[in-house]
T-cell receptor, first 110, second 114 residues
Framework: QQQVKQSPQSLIVQKGGIPIINCAYE??????FPWYQQFPGKGPALLIA?????SEKKEGRFTISFNKSAKQFSLHIMDSQPGDSATYFC?????????FGTGTSLTVIP | EAQVTQNPRYLITVTGKKLTVTCSQN?????MSWYRQDPGLGLRQIYY???????DKGDVPEGYKVSRKEKRNFPLILESPSPNQTSLYFC?????????????FGPGTRLTVT
């Protein structure tokens, strides 16, 4: 059973658009929600992370929105660029155990 | 350069032939973990280690073993590999155990079991 459900599976946007990737979870014990970015042939790299006591976090062009009551969180990429084309994974953690979503392949068209 | 290294990067083997994938980090991190990545399933945690001689099962530990005899090394052992263990494997480390710390991932090991 997938502990973290991620959608959409793939996303194509024009340069400058704002892709949004959504994730949902059920386990209220999760206390850390990171997003990872992965380029082909590379390992995932941390992009941004949030804890459930915060509703929004921004780092540069990347924003996480967190809705604790709905048990949902999402990644917004402002002013997307072709260099943002990658696979994005959301994750949730209870401490030492991590559960990842199934990934979203993002393509930003110039 | 601070990094997580994995060896080998690519491996093709046959069913039942024991193999070890090595993982090493040079950042003095306490926490290390192994994941497998499969299309449509994302990354799934196999085992993790909070420190030397302290390991625990992740979400999909069946068919795998680990050991943590030194802080920098965390090898993944497949004692009798089967075709359903064909996957892309990642090792990761973070400074301390607990969920508030960034995990640094290695470059991956692509394993094929025939």
């Amino acid at each position: 059973q997938q502990q973290v459900k991620q959608s959409p599976q793939s996303l194509i946007v024009q340069k400058g658009g704002i892709p949004i990737i959504n994730c949902a979870y059920e386990n209220t014990a999760f206390d850390y929600f990171p997003w990872y970015q992965q380029f082909p042939g590379k390992g995932p790299a941390l992009l941004i992370a949030i804890r459930p006591d915060v509703s929004e976090k921004k780092e540069g062009r990347f924003t996480i929105s967190f809705n604790k009551s709905a048990k949902q969180f999402s990644l917004h990429i402002m002013d997307s660029q072709p260099g943002d084309s990658a696979t994005y994974f959301c994750a949730a953690s209870t401490g030492n155990q991590f559960y990842f979503g199934t990934g979203t392949s993002l393509t930003v068209i110039p | 350069e601070a990094q997580v290294t994995q060896n080998p990067r690519y491996l093709i083997t046959v069913t039942g032939k024991k193999l070890t994938v090595t993982c090493s980090q040079n950042m003095n991190h306490e926490y290390m973990s192994w994941y497998r990545q499969d299309p449509g399933l994302g990354l799934r945690q196999i085992y993790y280690s909070m420190n030397v001689e302290v390991t625990d099962k992740g979400d999909v530990p069946e068919g795998y073993k680990v050991s943590r005899k030194e802080k920098r090394n965390f090898p993944l052992i497949l004692e009798s590999p089967s075709p359903n263990q064909t996957s892309l494997y990642f090792c990761a480390s973070s400074p301390l155990a607990g969920s508030s710390y960034e995990q640094y991932f290695g470059p991956g090991t692509r394993l094929t079991v025939t």
